[in-house]
């Protein structure tokens, strides 16, 4: 029987092709000559076989969900069959050879990949999952507060609405306009938010909506001068640009596995530093660090060793050059976006606050989601509409599958249709 402890690294390295990151060119670049830089070719003929992705459709909303590719999901199929062949011993036991084994060993993996230990990183089912376990595992007291923004997800926005109503929690909000992008001034408005009860500032590394990059770093140090914790979601950033949470200085980090990664649905990652554990107890710890703790109880096994497949890709490939083949693209959207006359770009120019998404809002005689779904049933491009209560637009998030032809193809639609 081959054994899940042999993971194939050969496998998944003769599994990737040129291609299949569509011409992505290698080597370290500093993100700020990321709009000059494009020296990508054209995808290839094999490109579209590592996908599922039906032939024609290009899927520029990574950021909502990643395409996984046939090399992961081929890894997360093995697993459920091994895990299959004797499940008790395979989802209980230790051995080396045991499905528990390897995933085990995508913390560790996964922990390398986030620069952190592996006995401070816990796998979930996804971003939401991981901010609700860091809200739910601390102790509050009535009227502390956490301060966020108003340009959250609700997946890193709901825990601390429930534990408001829960604990009698106050949450404030400083404003983000949507065409800000300005880090310095942001910081300056969340230090003059901080309150004695600040107990938590909460926050987006990448803001899902524009894209912005958010100054991590700096509010951590903030956090940190004035005793607070801060916590972070991780989704839009992880498998999209390099992120070490050590060099963050963050207490809690949460991602997903199904976006940027490219990973399984149903995935996800939780760093809480070792220095937080006394303040942020996960209840799946209860029983120790590790996966399939008796405290955690048995968890999606296969899912979690595709995970593991899907970091190994980006560990491969280089998060350098991932992202720079995300921000050249974007660069690419955003300079056409900008010559549409009835389009406003929010998203950031090319430059220290741009990422791989980019964002317009639309006229209001356009409504997004009949936009959205005619890009998709005319040319074949899937796009993501905003929430409404930000804005009535849209969003690209272009990633390692998508070329130049696919942005240039998704904007002839654009100006096709709004003209
Ligand atoms: C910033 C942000 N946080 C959280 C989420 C929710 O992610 P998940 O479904 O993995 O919980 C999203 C999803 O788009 C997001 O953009």
Same mark, same amino acid.
Do not use: F
């Given at each position: 029987m081959t054994s899940v402890a042999a993971d194939s690294r050969r496998r998944f390295i003769t599994g990737l092709s040129a291609a299949s990151i569509g011409g992505l060119a290698h080597g370290a670049v500093e993100p700020s000559h990321f709009g000059a830089a494009s020296s990508l070719a054209p995808a290839g003929p094999g490109f579209s076989s590592e996908y599922l992705l039906p032939p024609g459709v290009i899927h520029l909303n990574t950021?909502? /969900? &990643?395409?996984? =590719?046939? !090399?992961?999901? +081929?890894?997360?199929?093995?697993?459920w069959r091994e895990l299959e062949s004797s499940p008790v011993l395979m989802a209980y036991g230790n051995a080396e050879n045991t499905v528990l084994s390897a995933a085990e060993r995508v913390r560790k993996r996964a922990a390398s990949f986030l620069g952190c230990e592996q006995n401070e990183l816990l796998?979930?089912?996804? %971003?939401? +999952?991981?901010?609700?376990? !860091?809200?739910?595992?601390?102790?509050? %007291?009535?009227?502390?507060?956490?301060? %966020?923004? #108003?340009?959250e997800h609700d997946g &890193?926005? /709901?825990?601390?609405?429930?534990?408001?109503?829960? @604990?009698g929690v106050v949450v404030d909000r400083i404003p983000i306009a949507l065409d800000e992008h300005e880090s310095a001034t942001i910081v300056r408005r969340f230090a003059a938010a901080i309150t004695p009860a600040t107990r938590v500032i909460s926050v987006s590394h990448v803001i899902s909506c524009t894209g912005m990059r958010m100054p991590i770093a700096e509010i951590s140090a903030l956090a940190r001068e004035r005793g607070i914790l801060s916590v972070? +979601?991780?989704?839009?950033?992880?498998?999209?640009?390099?992120? #070490?949470?050590?060099? /963050?200085?963050?207490?809690?980090?949460?991602?997903?596995? @199904?976006?940027?990664?490219?990973? =399984?649905?149903?995935t996800g990652l939780l760093y809480v530093s070792g220095e937080a554990s006394t303040a942020i107890q996960p209840i799946q710890w209860q029983d120790g660090h590790r996966?399939?703790?008796? *405290?955690?109880?048995?968890?999606?096994? =296969?899912?979690?060793?595709?995970?593991?497949?899907?970091?190994? $890709?980006?560990? +491969? /490939?280089?998060? %350098?050059? !991932?992202?720079?083949h995300g921000v050249v693209l974007r #660069? $690419?959207?955003?300079?056409?976006?900008?010559?549409?006359?009835?389009l406003r770009?929010? *998203? *950031?120019?090319?430059?220290?606050?741009?990422t791989a998404i980019v964002a317009c809002v639309l006229p209001d005689d356009i409504d997004s989601m009949a936009l959205r779904d005619t890009l998709f049933a005319k040319h074949g491009v899937i796009v993501k509409m905003s929430e409404k209560r930000h804005f009535n637009g849209f969003r690209l998030s272009p990633h390692i599958l998508n070329s130049e032809t696919q942005i240039d193809a998704a904007l002839k639609a654009l100006r096709a249709e709004v003209g």
């Open positions: 950021a909502s /969900l &990643g395409a996984t =590719p046939r !090399v992961v999901l +081929d890894r997360t199929l093995a697993a796998i979930t089912r996804c %971003t939401t +999952d991981a901010m609700s376990i !860091v809200a739910q595992g601390m102790r509050w %007291t009535v009227g502390e507060r956490v301060l %966020t923004t #108003n340009r &890193g926005s /709901l825990c601390w609405e429930y534990i408001a109503q829960r @604990h972070v +979601d991780g989704a839009q950033a992880v498998g999209a640009i390099p992120v #070490n949470v050590k060099a /963050l200085r963050c207490h809690a980090y949460a991602t997903s596995g @199904h976006k940027w990664l490219m990973g =399984p649905k149903g996966y399939g703790a008796e *405290s955690a109880g048995v968890g999606p096994q =296969p899912l979690v060793i595709g995970l593991g497949a899907a970091i190994e $890709r980006m560990q +491969d /490939l280089g998060m %350098t050059a !991932v992202e720079r #660069n $690419r959207a955003y300079e056409q976006l900008t010559q549409i006359k009835r770009v929010i *998203s *950031s120019p090319p430059g220290p606050s741009a």
